[in-house]
């Protein structure tokens, strides 16, 4: 099973749990857990997963987060493959995971289409990009990278532009496979980018 390092003392408080989650907004997700505690049962769904599983664990509700994640596995497509990738990261949910990258090698070109694959934290990244076996090219793979590191400009407020770019990337620049990506695409693209200094051009080239 794929394992993935974390930091983590099995704290429940809140600086343990995703930057990215969610309170529980709605009465609908406050009826679902209590309909948890009291009766077992659960009514997960699309618009409250999310809420659900933050509050499973916030509360330790075990059998409400495999529920959670049984929900997931169930519902996993390529436009949510991504999210679910990075819930299972942030999750401890190592099942998911799993099942996530198993997923996205078999379909890599259309999950990574998915408008959150642009949004994933580095770690995600990183899983993905070290993969064996993903059913798309080199070029594919290079073209989704760039539109990941604009990305990370736009959401760390920063000018998109080669230098931010690659401190954003940093090591997963290495990652890439450039000598295997498309000349045209990365003459026009890449090389014009900024990203790779002249040295690093001059020997892919």
């Given at each position: 099973?794929?394992?993935?390092?974390?930091?983590?003392?099995?704290?429940?408080?809140?600086?343990?749990?995703?930057?990215?989650?969610?309170?529980?907004?709605?009465?609908?997700?406050?009826?679902?857990?209590?309909?948890?505690?009291?009766?077992?049962?659960?009514?997960?769904?699309?618009?409250?997963?999310?809420?659900?599983?933050?509050?499973?664990e916030k509360y330790m509700l075990t059998n409400l987060k495999k529920a959670c994640e049984t929900f997931l596995k169930e519902t996993l497509s390529s436009d949510v493959a991504a999210k679910y990738l990075d819930t299972a990261y942030q999750y401890h949910m190592d099942e998911l995971l799993e099942l996530c990258v198993s997923y996205i090698k078999k379909?890599?070109?259309?999950?990574?289409?998915?408008?959150?694959?642009?949004?994933?934290?580095?770690?995600?990244?990183?899983?993905?990009?070290?993969?064996?076996?993903?059913?798309?090219?080199?070029?594919?793979?290079?073209?989704?990278?760039?539109?990941?590191?604009?990305?990370?400009?736009?959401?760390?407020?920063?000018?998109?532009?080669?230098?931010?770019?690659?401190?954003?990337?940093?090591?997963?620049?290495?990652?890439?496979?450039?000598?295997?990506?498309?000349?045209?695409?990365?003459?026009?693209?890449?090389?014009?980018?900024?990203?790779?200094?002249?040295?690093?051009?001059?020997?892919?080239?």
């Open positions: 099973m794929l394992k993935v390092n974390r930091d983590t003392d099995g704290q429940t408080t809140d600086s343990k749990f995703p930057a990215n989650h969610k309170s529980l907004e709605t009465i609908d997700e406050w009826i679902t857990i209590k309909r948890y505690i009291y009766t077992d049962s659960s009514n997960i769904s699309n618009e409250n997963v999310e809420n659900i599983l933050y509050a499973a379909n890599t070109r259309n999950c990574l289409q998915s408008d959150y694959a642009v949004k994933l934290p580095k770690e995600c990244i990183e899983i993905i990009m070290i993969s064996d076996y993903l059913t798309c090219s080199e070029t594919d793979l290079c073209m989704y990278f760039m539109r990941w590191m604009e990305m990370q400009c736009q959401i760390n407020h920063r000018e998109t532009n080669g230098e931010n770019m690659r401190e954003i990337a940093n090591k997963l620049l290495y990652l890439v496979k450039f000598p295997g990506v498309d000349m045209t695409y990365f003459s026009e693209n890449v090389s014009k980018s900024g990203v790779l200094n002249s040295n690093e051009i001059i020997s892919i080239y």
